[in-house]
T-cell receptor
Framework: GENVEQHPSTLSVQEGDSAVIKCTYS??????FPWYKQELGKGPQLIID?????GEKKDQRIAVTLNKTAKHFSLHITETQPEDSAVYFC?????????FGTGTRLQVFP | KAGVTQTPRYLIKTRGQQVTLSCSPI?????VSWYQQTPGQGLQFLFE???????NKGNFPGRFSGRQFSNSRSEMNVSTLELGDSALYLC????????????FGPGTRLLVL
């Protein structure tokens, strides 16, 4: 069935370093790719999203890239800070579905 | 504007009981989706309601049901609870559906004993 694979499951970086999380989707009809951040005790919150007609999008320290041919998309966080520590979920969507990846626990050490 | 609210925040039930969870979406949002979150399975889609109609459904047994009221508030019900139903249940609202930003509530943590 349709699924979204996400890697790595855990990621530890030093403050100031970059972090990259990668996702692969199976349904070529997917055309919307949001990324969510979930902090302890809270629901996921959208941090950035990209649509299939765009290859890259940036918002300050966060960027997302999309390769439709390979069905890959990635989240890039630069200059990481301790407050970036959280679980990050990618997702792939079409009109009638929104499928989440399994999550990446990011730990940023001071 | 006020965010998505879910009640109750915590719930303890025993096997065989039933439970009803409530979700109040952001004002003006007509789509409400429900997800089950567990450490092993991640975020699993339960169902989506739009203008009081179930528009999409995930792969969960019929023990899981929901409804949406005319003010867009939604409830989900789980009957004949099983131990495996222990999870964080999240609802999310959006203006029109999956292709728009989903605003999640804090979730209801259900423990089935």
């Amino acid at each position: 069935g349709e699924n979204v694979e996400q890697h790595p499951s855990t990621l530890s970086v030093q403050e100031g370093d970059s972090a990259v999380i990668k996702c692969t989707y199976s349904d070529s009809a997917s055309n919307y790719f949001p990324w969510y951040k979930q902090e302890l005790g809270k629901g996921p919150q959208l941090i950035i999203d990209i649509r299939s007609n765009v290859g890259e999008k940036k918002d300050q320290r966060i960027a997302v890239t999309l390769n439709k041919t390979a069905k890959h998309f990635s989240l890039h966080i630069t200059e990481t800070q301790p407050e970036d520590s959280a679980v990050y979920f990618c997702a792939a969507s079409k009109a009638d579905k929104l499928i989440f990846g399994t999550g990446t626990r990011l730990q940023v050490f001071p | 504007k006020a965010g998505v609210t879910q009640t109750p925040r915590y719930l303890i039930k025993t096997r065989g009981q039933q439970v009803t969870l409530s979700c109040s979406p952001i004002s003006g949002h007509r789509s409400v989706s429900w997800y089950q979150q567990t450490p092993g399975q991640g975020l699993q889609f339960l169902f989506e309601y739009f203008s009081e109609t179930q528009r999409n459904k995930g792969n969960f047994p019929g023990r899981f049901s929901g409804r949406q009221f005319s003010n867009s508030r939604s409830e989900m019900n789980v009957s004949t609870l099983e131990l495996g139903d222990s999870a964080l249940y999240l609802c999310a609202s959006s203006l029109g559906g999956f292709q728009e930003t989903q605003y999640f509530g804090p979730g209801t943590r259900l423990l089935v004993l």
